[in-house]
T-cell receptor
Framework: ETGVTQTPRHLVMGMTNKKSLKCEQHLGHNAMYWYKQSAKKPLELMFVYNFKEQTENNSVPSRFSPECPNSSHLFLHLHTLQPEDSALYLC???????????????FGEGSRLTVL | GNSVTQMEGPVTLSEEAFLTINCTYTATGYPSLFWYVQYPGEGLQLLLKATKADDKGSNKGFEATYRKETTSFHLEKGSVQVSDSAVYFCALRSQAGTALIFGKGTTLSVSS
């Protein structure tokens, strides 16, 4: 149990489907992140939310749409994806204020996405 | 811009061998440096970190020293175990940054 839970763990979808990935953190953190992990490439930062506000969008295509309704939940809505979007999508959280700002990210186990 | 470069893998070792995984970085100012580990089928876990020059991070027998002069943060372990088989990621967070920038990862395979 890492404190960051991602669902589903595996998802297969067609290019015309609409699906969502969900992330929930039970650590009381206020910042949440989406990263994309593809084979042979560094982890790519996609989005950052701090206190529910999006603070970074790393030039992510609009077919990926994040949503952060509160500091504990983060979604990634997927629409008309391409096969090259197949990857492991990792959610992470961090505390960014107060005396315990260690800079450490806590990761979920990831959602393995396959786009056919 | 900020970046992290790790040695290419995979690294294949026998149990009890000495491990070094090289990591160098490019960043302005004084970044914080991290090593994360990813076991098969799991997310990333923090292994160790260092927040200023000459700091040594250590955990589970692994060590890494923040070397400002060589912009390096090499990971070492004196005697690896089969259970250390995983992917290791070096990362940095810049002074002003909110997110971590990762290297490509190095796969370690330890056989008995």
């Amino acid at each position: 149990e890492t404190g960051v839970t991602q669902t589903p763990r595996h998802l297969v979808m067609g290019m015309t489907n609409k699906k969502s990935l969900k992330c929930e953190q039970h650590l009381g953190h206020n910042a949440m992140y989406w990263y994309k992990q593809s084979a042979k490439k560094p982890l790519e930062l996609m989005f950052v939310y701090n206190f529910k506000e999006q603070t970074e969008n790393n030039s992510v295509p609009s077919r990926f749409s994040p949503e952060c309704p509160n500091s504990s939940h983060l979604f990634l809505h997927l629409h008309t994806l391409q096969p090259e979007d197949s990857a492991l999508y990792l959610c992470a959280s961090r505390v960014t204020s107060g005396g315990t700002n260690t800079g450490e990210l806590f990761f979920g186990e990831g959602s393995r996405l396959t786009v056919l | 811009g900020n970046s992290v470069t790790q040695m290419e893998g995979p690294v294949t070792l026998s149990e009890e061998a000495f491990l070094t995984i090289n990591c160098t970085y490019t960043a302005t100012g004084y970044p914080s440096l991290f090593w994360y580990v990813q076991y098969p089928g799991e997310g990333l876990q923090l292994l160790l970190k260092a927040t200023k020059a000459d700091d040594k991070g250590s955990n589970k027998g692994f060590e890494a020293t923040y070397r400002k002069e060589t912009t390096s943060f090499h990971l070492e372990k004196g005697s690896v175990q089969v259970s250390d088989s995983a992917v290791y990621f070096c990362a940095l967070r810049s002074q002003a940054g909110t997110a971590l920038i990762f290297g490509k990862g190095t796969t370690l395979s330890v056989s008995s």
